[in-house]
């Protein structure tokens, strides 16, 4: 018989206090460290390019293993059942196409963004003006969703409003980027994926010792309370075709967050950078295999009617579980981890969103190229606020969602807006600076259009009966149609140049000749 839960939630706890405190002042403290080490463009953007592969893959899982792979996964399998686990495995299966597809050529080619691969052989200012504006797209959808998991986390533990909760991690975040730049948020993300790692693992050993160590005894549980449709496909997405475009986009999506491209820059070279998603692949493969028995285990012992009681999205249900099993002390614990889970992540994020506006807009578009470090560092900080304001409000205005589908509809922006342009620059000689623009304004305008348009804004926020695009994600029909924009508008008109430079592209995407 499962033990009985009697929630703390919602009512600040001694250890949920102390606990947060020794994260905020451990992360502050780097902070502090990094600020100190952080003197030019390539220490803010890059960490100096100083960060190994065992790092760097540390990193990387500790910027992917977000609020939406930790709270969202954990609360849609709990209520949803089966169909949850498609996040997991849609998060997972991308890695292999990233470490052999993009992460040599990106770390070859460019310098601080995605950018400077699509534009390193066309025209600069068009392709980056688009460039940033896909990239900061995505960036924005995916804040979304880790200010939504931020609000509720801290709105549920410490009884203060959800506006003043994702006001206080924003302001946490900017003091992160703004003195510390990718030093700092490279090692708040190692520390959080260990405490992730460490925290999840012990929740599911509580999880599984309460039905004797066998997932078929907690899957008959689960069964036996919700029936033998809580196992099988079709509680979450009935429609195949709504499957398959969701697969697309968590599957191809990775391959364009600006985000995780970025931290390709932070090593040496690019066998680093291979060997760092090979790290990142195993740490995060780990971490997917066994959060869908942290949300199987919250809705066989806690129940969905209370964990939907307590929040709307189902984003809670690790941390009830772990309040059940470990107690409040162990519930503080899991609180902690998110909370630094959700910073590290909003930390990427803004550092990426600021470096698509100041090296990206300012430096190439408004100072074609030339301008000094000190102002560079100034106006990526200057960006970073801005973007921070921007986090903040539209994570009051997307209140309530289920941060793993919010996230769900950033990789379908990611697939459409940045995968098509990055792959056809890397691996087509005649693609063209108006295929790459048009590419990246199709996949961006369309994917946010039918996204508007969609039941999840349509029907669930903006409240009409009945949406006029079918599917909730938009990936099977934003991607191909960039994919198909980009190679027309580059087979209408040749651009000589742009061939001409292919071959010097090849040698430095494989032999790093020329690499920073």
Known sequence: MPPVLETSLGSPTASAVAFFLVIVTLTLAITWWAARRTRSTSEFYAAGRSVSALENGLALAGDYMSAASFLGIAGLVALRGYDGMIYATGWLVGWPALMFLIAE??????????????????????????????????????????????????????????????????????AYV??????????????????????????????????????????????????????EPGGLITDPLDAVSLGLALMLGLLGLPHILMRFYTVPDARAARKSVLYATGFIGYFYLIIPIVGFGASALVGRDIIAKVDAGGNMAAPL???????????????????????????????????????DIFVHVVRRGHAPE????????????????????????????????????????????????????????????AGAVSSIVTGSVLSVLLIVLSPTVWVDIMHYPQAIF?????????????FLVG???????????????FVDEKIRTYLGVGAE
Request: proline share 5%; hydrophobic share 60%.
């Open 374 to 433: 000190h102002e560079q560092i100034r106006v990526a900080r200057v960006a970073t606020v801005v973007f921070g304001v921007l986090a903040v409000l539209l994570g009051i205005v997307f209140k309530g969602q289920n941060v793993a589908f919010m996230v769900g509809l950033a990789f379908a922006i990611a697939c459409s807006a940045n995968f098509p342009p990055l792959l056809l620059s890397i691996v087509w000689k005649r693609f063209t600076t």
């Open 105 to 174: 050529p990106v770390r070859n080619l460019g310098k601080y963004t995605f950018a400077d691969v699509v534009a390193f052989r066309l025209r600069q200012v068009p392709v980056r003006i688009a460039s940033a504006c896909g990239g900061i797209l995505t960036v924005l959808f995916y804040t979304i969703a880790q200010m939504v998991g931020a609000g509720n986390l801290i709105r549920l533990l410490f009884g203060i409003p959800y506006e003043w909760a994702v006001t206080g991690v924003g302001l946490v975040m900017l």
């Open 487 to 501: 190679i027309v508008a580059s087979l209408i008109a040749r651009e000589p140049t742009a061939e001409a430079m």
């Open 178 to 231: 703004l003195f510390g730049g990718m030093i700092a948020t490279t090692w708040v993300q190692i520390i959080k994926a260990v405490l992730l790692l460490f925290g999840v693992s012990v929740l599911t050993v509580l999880v599984l010792a309460q039905y004797d160590f066998s997932p078929v005894s907690l899957y008959a549980a689960v069964a036996d309370r919700y029936g033998p449709a809580a196992l």
């Open 470 to 482: 079918p599917l909730r994600n938009p990936a099977i029909v934003s991607m191909p149609a960039a």
């Open 321 to 359: 579980a772990a309040e059940l099993l470990g107690g409040t002390p162990f519930l503080g614990f899991i609180a902690a981890v998110a909370f630094a889970t959700i910073l590290a992540v909003v930390a990427g994020l803004t550092l990426a969103g600021a470096s698509a506006l100041s090296h």
